[in-house]
């Protein structure tokens, strides 16, 4: 789904307009960005948790011609699904052609 769609569905949905969806859907994005820059963390009951989380700094053979390279440590955003949604998101999939990782 991308943002156009999201924002389609919530004016659907909450019988508004586009551009108010829109408005809706831009400040619940930056109310989570500002909430995981503050807090490092951010829940939402039923669907996750949103977290910094740390990447170690490593070497790495280039593929085009082999050299190491080295990447230095740094942070991202990380995202645990709560079980109801992992539930709901693999209902009648056939759970054996996902990766274990994934669910």
């Not at 170690?56 to 190491?68: I, P, Q, T, V």
């Not at 693999?90 to 990782?101: A, Y």
Request: aromatic letters at 4%; one cysteine or more; a positive charge.
């Amino acid at each position: 789904m991308t943002k156009g769609e999201l924002v389609n569905s919530v004016a659907k949905a909450a019988n508004t307009t586009k551009k108010a969806a829109e408005e809706a859907v831009n400040a619940t994005f930056e109310s989570l960005a500002n909430a995981i820059k503050k807090e490092k963390r951010f829940q939402v009951a039923g669907c996750g948790t949103f977290s910094v989380r740390a990447r170690k700094s490593e070497n790495r053979e280039e593929s085009s011609n082999g050299a190491l390279i080295h990447i230095r440590a740094s942070r991202t955003v990380g995202f645990k699904p709560a079980p109801n949604l992992k539930k709901k998101s693999l209902e009648g999939k056939n759970c054996e052609s996902i990766p274990e990782q994934l669910y």
